[in-house]
């Protein structure tokens, strides 16, 4: 990425994450400064480099108004980094948020529901994210399930955004970034 107007640049360390014990992702928490430069404290998209290797990535909301994001382990050895060094960092907002991929189990139920497949598509980009985002943050199947048809259910209606979702999660404390490792 060749310098690019807003980006922010930072130097942070790479965070292995507690859990699971043989991860072999690492992670970034963004700096306050540098999250606010992206238009929503929600899932976005981003795009830079760690240590001049470039990346694109989903950040994810760390429930106080910033983000975190996963660094897998081809991007950490293509950086030349592992966990508990520390990277250099440029990243900033992609310049059109890409379309999210959708779950299978929310395929099919769209599939098969096309007043709700027929809004779904109506939607803006931003509305699928966060319809996703919703959806994959159950803890469980149950709750998974319910939400798919609910989800279903309130688009049919005609509901263009997922409603009593909170993508930051400062309202809810429902995000967070994984708790880092202690040092070995």
């Not at 959806?135 to 798919?148: D, P």
Request: glycine share 6%.
């Amino acid at each position: 990425m060749a310098k690019k107007k807003g980006a922010s640049r930072f130097d942070a360390r790479l965070l292995r994450p507690a859990q699971p014990r043989n991860a072999s992702w690492a992670f970034v928490v963004l700096p306050e400064e540098a999250s606010a430069r992206f238009p929503r404290r929600g899932r976005t998209t981003a795009e830079g480099t760690i240590n001049g290797q470039p990346f694109e990535a989903t950040l994810e909301p760390d429930g106080r108004l910033s983000h975190w994001f996963k660094v897998d382990a081809a991007l950490c050895k293509a950086a030349g980094a592992t966990a508990g060094d520390m990277v250099a960092l440029e990243i900033a907002p992609v310049a059109k948020e890409p379309e999210p991929e959708l779950p299978p189990d929310l395929r099919q139920a769209l599939d098969d529901a096309p007043e709700a497949l027929a809004t779904w598509q109506d939607t803006t980009t931003l509305a699928r994210v966060d319809w996703i985002h919703w959806l994959t943050s159950a803890r469980q199947s149950a709750t998974r399930a319910k939400r798919v048809a609910d989800a279903c259910d309130m688009l049919a209606s005609g509901k263009r955004r997922v409603c009593c979702f909170d993508p930051s999660g400062y309202y809810s404390k429902a995000f967070a970034p994984p708790e880092p490792a202690g040092e070995p």
